[in-house]
Each structure stands twice: as structure tokens, then as C-alpha cells.
């Protein structure tokens, strides 16, 4: 079949095609329209008419607000329309692109216009239950007491709390301490960063649940103060030099901390962390030789007593009075209650010979 191709007519090219419901006129049939197109420019008054728009300046084109936020394929949330007559404008208000772009807008005010009502309504019960929380790990109150605590708050005219039944479970306790943790660990975490070296002490210690644990404490350097900061309780599977030099790598991995800055490094002094061989201590220094180390001085002086007392019988002998002392009391109510009225005895026998000298 003939068609006008075959006689040198050019299939006419689309104009970048639109998505969404919008349509354009196709213009580049028209050359004479086009250039009328061409020399339209903008129109400011029609921001004053049309809320949703917006002129960019720096592509000299028009663009939806909501459209743009929303990131709706259509010319005006996509790169910018540059077509500016006023018939573009109404097409586009009335597509339906942009009416879900609206609906979306309105309903994400709504949203976050009842989350900080809500938020704002919670806030002094929030703050209030944090503060508890604080307040218990500081006093290593145990987390199934934090009910107990809001209720007797709420006894003595804590209002705020009132409005706080849902949340005093011991698992919302949980909840808190590990956001007062994290928010803890951000601050140490945004220090350590901001220092050019640190020392890092350890120690080997175990949980309430038995469970083998390394303890870790950073020592920086703050506007030419030394501070200390807790750096974290982990757990390991053993006290051997590689398992505590793996989980020291670790910690720092974890927590951005860049090796070249570690030049100090404080242990117990047992043979695991200093051993010349192959201790924490050593193959830490293989990988970072400008690491000093030291044995903790508070170890170090009760090794120092406990081997002087070797030397000495009578000290053997009194620390053995004393154990069998202690023990002989620990496992007896009835003896400790004796013990009790002994010292009550002694204080009166005391205050008495005090008062006569007087
Ligand atoms: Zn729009």
C-alpha cells in the first residue's frame, strides 16, 4: 500500500514523550506554532496563582512542587516543563499525577502533624520514665524493679507518669536503656574521633549469667586533660592472648577506631596480655610498633603483697585467722546474730569509756 513515505515525506518525530495521564501537543509538526512557543516566556504572576509551582532559575524551566517531592515521572516533577503557556499549567493541575502528588503531600502533613501532637503530649512522661531508667543503671537497681519505681512515682503525685501504664514492663526498660546506650556510645564514639591517640585498658571479667567477658576502658586526651571513657564490656570465648587480641580488633573495627592512633595499651600484667612471645601485648605491637605497655600499678601491688606474704609466716597464719572468721559467720544466721549483739556491745563499752573521759 502507497503511503506518503514513498513519496519523501519523513515520518514526523515524537516530542519527548510523556508520562503519567498529561499530554502535550505534539509541536514539531508545526514549525510556525513552535517558534510562537519559543518566544513565550515565563509568566511570574502565575505563582501567585498556581501554589504548587515553582521557576528554576538555573534550567530556566517550570516545575511542581509536590510533583518534585514526590518524584512523579511527568514533566514538571521530572527535569522542569519549559513549555510556558497557561493550557500547560491547567493540564498539569488537573492530571492525575499531580492529584496523587497532592493527596500524598496532605496526607504526610496529617501524619506528621499527629506524630508531634502525640510526641509533644508524651514528651514529660518519656522524660520522666528515661530519667528512672538513668537513675537505675546508675544504681545498679535491677530492670524488674523499673514497674515498682513509676508506680511509687505515680503514688507520690508524679503526674506526667500517670499517662504511662503500657510502658512499664521490664522489657520497655530494656527498650530505654538501649537507646540511653546507644546515645552513650554515639557521644564516646564522637570523642574518640576527635583525639590523635588513645591508651586502651583491659581486663578480663565474667557477668552475672557466668558468661567470660572483656572489659575495655579508653584513656584520651581532651584539650590537654587525660580522660577515661568506658569503652564496652564484650564477650569472649576464652582468657588465650589471639582470642583477646581478635576481640580487641574488633571493638576497634567496630567502632571506626583507627589502629595508627592506639599507643598505649594496659593489662594485668598475666602472662596472656604481657607474654614476650606471642601475649596480647606482643602481637599488638607487631602490627603497631609505637604501642607502650604497662602493667596496671593496682595489679601489680597486689601481686606484690601476695608474694611478700610467702615470706612471712605470721601473715600466712593471720590471713587464715581471718578466712576461717569469715567463713564460721557467712553460712550461720544464728552466729551472725550473735555477732551483731557483739559489736552492739562493744559500741555501747565505747561511747560509755568516751563519755567518762569527757
Ligand atoms: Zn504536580
Redesign the pocket.
Known amino acids: 500500500m502507497a503511503t506518503l513515505l514513498n513519496f519523501g515525506f519523513t515520518k514526523p518525530t515524537s516530542a519527548t514523550p510523556l508520562k503519567g495521564n498529561e499530554s502535550e501537543p505534539d509541536l514539531n509538526n508545526n514549525e510556525s506554532h513552535k517558534s510562537s512557543i519559543m518566544r513565550r516566556t515565563f509568566n511570574n504572576r502565575w505563582l501567585n496563582e498556581y501554589s504548587?509551582l515553582a521557576f528554576d532559575d538555573t534550567t530556566k524551566s517550570m516545575r511542581?512542587k509536590?510533583?518534585t517531592k514526590s518524584k512523579?515521572s511527568?514533566p514538571?516533577?521530572l527535569n522542569g516543563s519549559k513549555n510556558f503557556q497557561r493550557s500547560a499549567l491547567e493540564r498539569?493541575?488537573s492530571?492525575d499525577?499531580?492529584i496523587l502528588?497532592?493527596s500524598n503531600k496532605k496526607q504526610s502533613e496529617v501524619f506528621t502533624k499527629t506524630v508531634n501532637e502525640k510526641f509533644e503530649k508524651t514528651k514529660p512522661a518519656v522524660s520522666a520514665m528515661f530519667r528512672t531508667v538513668a537513675f537505675m543503671v546508675e544504681e545498679d537497681i535491677a530492670d524488674r524493679k523499673f514497674e515498682k519505681l513509676i508506680d511509687l512515682q505515680i503514688e507520690n503525685d508524679c503526674d506526667a507518669l500517670k499517662s504511662t501504664s503500657n510502658y512499664k514492663h521490664a522489657d520497655s526498660f530494656q527498650k530505654m536503656e538501649d537507646v540511653l546506650a546507644e546515645a552513650a556510645q554515639e557521644e564516646i564514639d564522637a570523642l574518640i574521633s576527635k583525639c590523635d591517640f588513645i591508651g586502651l585498658m583491659v581486663d578480663e571479667s565474667i557477668d552475672v549469667a557466668i558468661h567470660k567477658k572483656m572489659i575495655l576502658y579508653l584513656k584520651i586526651v581532651m584539650n590537654g586533660k587525660p580522660k577515661i571513657l568506658f569503652g564496652g564490656n564484650v564477650e569472649v570465648s576464652d582468657g588465650k592472648a589471639n582470642t583477646i587480641t581478635a576481640a580487641i580488633l574488633k571493638y576497634m573495627t567496630d567502632h571506626n577506631i583507627s589502629f595508627d592512633k592506639l599507643i598505649g595499651f594496659a593489662s594485668d600484667g598475666a602472662n596472656a596480655m604481657v607474654g614476650r612471645l606471642n601475649g596480647v601485648s606482643t602481637q599488638l605491637k607487631n602490627m603497631n610498633p609505637w604501642i607502650e605497655s604497662v602493667h596496671c600499678a593496682a595489679h601489680k601491688l597486689a601481686l606484690a603483697a601476695f608474694h611478700g606474704a610467702k615470706t612471712m609466716p605470721y601473715l600466712l597464719e593471720m590471713q587464715r585467722t581471718i578466712n576461717s572468721v569469715y567463713y564460721f559467720f557467712k553460712y550461720s544466721l544464728l552466729d551472725i546474730r550473735k555477732l551483731g549483739n557483739c559489736k552492739l556491745f562493744l559500741v555501747r563499752k565505747l561511747r560509755n569509756s568516751k563519755s567518762h573521759q569527757m
Request: glycine share 6%.
Open positions: 504548587w511542581c509536590f510533583c512523579r511527568n514538571f516533577g498539569h493541575q492530571s499525577d499531580h502528588a497532592t
